[in-house]
């Protein structure tokens, strides 16, 4: 499949290429703006102006961003301070200090509090998985590996050592009237799966290729989350929204292992593609009251797929989980 002289350095073929995008600006206040961009970029053998000679080093890519700019030259800060000062109640007060304490990990939970309001967020989570693999709850060795888990296949020859994922999450969130709020959710996601040769493996089949230590790797943008909040309950101290969201299926799902030579990868593993492949719906309930310097909450929150299968012809599992949590506030 590869010509009798190549080079895997694309940069040493001859090739033209195509770029554009479109960049979005909105001022929120003096010196606070909010910027979204998408640019895509094409390179192909065939836009050089000798015609090219190679399609082997063709490709794309896009990209989207996201910010949120503070221009510090027109803050002045130390004014914004005493206008504050100036203008406060007792009445401010007491709202401010009535504002639920959500923990960081729990999704969905705030609200904001007026028509008009707009919060811009940035979420990012690292998982790391390692250790022994497992046979119900108990740890196995390679032999047992070899002999049982791969029994009507070509058996396996390697294992997963480590795996690490990360997620990076935009959270964008406008309040058209005071009892509703619109969150969109755009994610992006890679995924790192270190493998390891397992002892007494079969042997590599005829023509067969691997390199153990090349570690299985896919990336991209994940699902994207929709989701209106509807306040149920606002009260100073006590209050309980809902959210009726849904997760739509931007993440891929044919995320393939990288080809050696000539030998195709196929298909990597469900727990490495970048989303479900599936509509999902994520209905939630969350609650936070407090009273002086007391504060606690709680959250039901669950995912149903919508769909049977996906693409790539699985589904992922429905979820549930409830968090609560509790606190004192030492100072304010």
Same mark, same amino acid.
């Given at each position: 499949?590869?010509?009798?002289?190549?080079?895997?350095?694309?940069?040493?073929?001859?090739?033209?290429?195509?770029?554009?995008?479109?960049?979005?600006?909105?001022?929120?206040?003096?010196?606070?703006?909010?910027?979204?961009?998408? !640019?895509?970029?094409?390179?192909?053998?065939?836009?050089?102006?000798?015609?090219?000679?190679?399609?082997?080093?063709?490709?794309?890519?896009?990209? $989207?961003?996201?910010?949120?700019?503070?221009?510090?030259?027109?803050?002045?800060?130390? &004014?914004?301070?005493?206008?504050?000062?100036?203008?406060?109640?007792?009445?401010?007060?007491?709202?401010?200090? @009535?504002?639920?304490?959500?923990?960081?990990?729990?999704?969905?939970?705030?609200?904001?509090?007026?028509?008009?309001?707009?919060?811009?967020?940035?979420?990012?989570?690292?998982?790391? &998985?390692?250790?022994?693999?497992?046979?119900?709850?108990?740890?196995?060795? @390679?032999? !047992?590996?070899?002999?049982?888990?791969?029994?009507?296949?070509? +058996?396996?020859?390697?294992?997963?050592?480590?795996?690490?994922?990360?997620?990076?999450?935009?959270?964008?969130?406008?309040?058209?009237?005071?009892?509703?709020?619109?969150?969109?959710?755009?994610?992006?996601?890679?995924?790192?799966? &270190?493998?390891?040769?397992?002892?007494?493996?079969?042997?590599?089949?005829?023509?067969?290729?691997?390199?153990? +230590?090349?570690?299985?790797?896919?990336?991209?943008?994940?699902?994207?989350?929709?989701?209106?909040?509807?306040?149920?309950? @606002?009260?100073?101290?006590?209050?309980?929204?809902?959210?009726?969201?849904?997760?739509?299926?931007?993440?891929?799902?044919?995320?393939?292992?990288?080809?050696? $030579?000539?030998?195709?990868?196929?298909?990597?593993?469900?727990?490495?593609?970048?989303?479900?492949?599936?509509?999902?719906?994520?209905?939630?309930?969350?609650?936070?009251?407090?009273?002086?310097?007391?504060?606690? +909450?709680?959250?039901?929150?669950?995912?149903?797929?919508?769909?049977?299968?996906?693409?790539? +012809?699985?589904?992922?599992? @429905?979820?549930? &989980? $409830?968090?609560?949590?509790?606190?004192?506030?030492?100072?304010?």
């Amino acid at each position: 499949k590869l010509p009798q002289d190549f080079a895997s350095d694309h940069r040493l073929a001859s090739f033209g290429s195509l770029s554009g995008g479109v960049t979005l600006n909105k001022r929120l206040v003096r010196g606070i703006e909010l910027e979204a961009g998408f !640019e895509y970029y094409t390179r192909a053998s065939s836009f050089a102006f000798s015609g090219g000679n190679s399609s082997f080093a063709d490709f794309d890519y896009y990209v $989207a961003n996201a910010a949120l700019k503070f221009g510090l030259e027109t803050l002045n800060l130390n &004014q914004v301070g005493r206008s504050r000062s100036a203008s406060s109640s007792p009445h401010d007060h007491a709202t401010h200090h @009535d504002h639920p304490f959500i923990p960081a990990g729990i999704m969905f939970g705030h609200a904001l509090d007026k028509a008009g309001d707009i919060m811009v967020g940035y979420r990012f989570m690292y998982a790391r &998985q390692s250790g022994d693999i497992l046979r119900g709850s108990h740890s196995v060795g @390679d032999m !047992e590996i070899v002999n049982q888990a791969c029994v009507g296949t070509e +058996g396996c020859r390697l294992a997963p050592e480590s795996m690490n994922m990360r997620m990076h999450m935009l959270d964008i969130m406008y309040a058209p009237t005071r009892w509703l709020n619109l969150m969109l959710m755009p994610q992006f996601m890679d995924m790192e799966m &270190q493998l390891r040769p397992l002892e007494g493996r079969p042997p590599l089949r005829a023509g067969g290729h691997e390199h153990p +230590g090349t570690p299985h790797a896919t990336g991209g943008v994940a699902d994207t989350i929709m989701m209106p909040l509807i306040k149920l309950i @606002d009260k100073p101290n006590h209050r309980l929204h809902m959210g009726l969201g849904f997760s739509a299926p931007t993440g891929s799902v044919d995320q393939e292992i990288r080809r050696m $030579a000539k030998a195709e990868g196929g298909i990597i593993h469900f727990d490495m593609q970048l989303g479900s492949g599936t509509w999902d719906f994520l209905p939630n309930l969350t609650y936070a009251g407090n009273h002086a310097n007391w504060y606690w +909450g709680g959250q039901l929150y669950g995912t149903k797929r919508l769909e049977n299968r996906n693409e790539s +012809g699985y589904r992922l599992g @429905d979820l549930f &989980q $409830a968090s609560t949590w509790g606190g004192y506030r030492l100072t304010n």
